[in-house]
Nanobody, 127 residues
């Protein structure tokens, strides 16, 4: 029973930056694998980034590697996604997700392995 609420989306010019936040309810946030996914109109939901419970490991989609950075603050029950050098291809609805457990690197990038989802926050990058 974890509720996730994203914020920080909006309209930004190409080349700009945004920082997304996701706040979780409950007292077990520090036990969850956290991730960001995104979905553009007419496209499948796409993995963006993930961070382990203690933040000792992270992984990124090739399309955002070196531009995006995921982090978390367990004391604040919050996970962040810093997005730099945004381009129009980054336009999508961005979702925060939490998983109680994952066993492989592949599973940590799979939407079906995540137990809880936020409602999403829209990111629109103007060209």
């Amino acid at each position: 029973q974890v509720r996730l609420v994203e914020s920080g989306g909006g309209l930004v010019q190409a080349g700009g930056s945004l920082r997304l936040s996701c706040v979780a309810s409950g007292d077990t946030f520090g036990q969850y694998q956290m991730a960001w996914f995104r979905q553009a109109p007419g496209k499948e939901r796409e993995f963006v980034a993930t961070v382990s419970p203690s933040a000792l490991s992270t992984a990124y989609a090739d399309s955002v590697k070196d531009r995006f950075s995921i982090s978390r603050d367990n004391a604040k029950n919050t996970v962040y996604l810093q997005m730099n050098t945004l381009n129009p291809e980054d336009t999508a609805l961005y979702y925060c997700a939490a998983a109680a457990r994952t066993q492989t690197a592949w599973e940590r990038q799979a939407p079906l392995k995540y137990n809880y989802w936020g409602q999403g926050t829209q990111v629109t990058v103007a060209s």
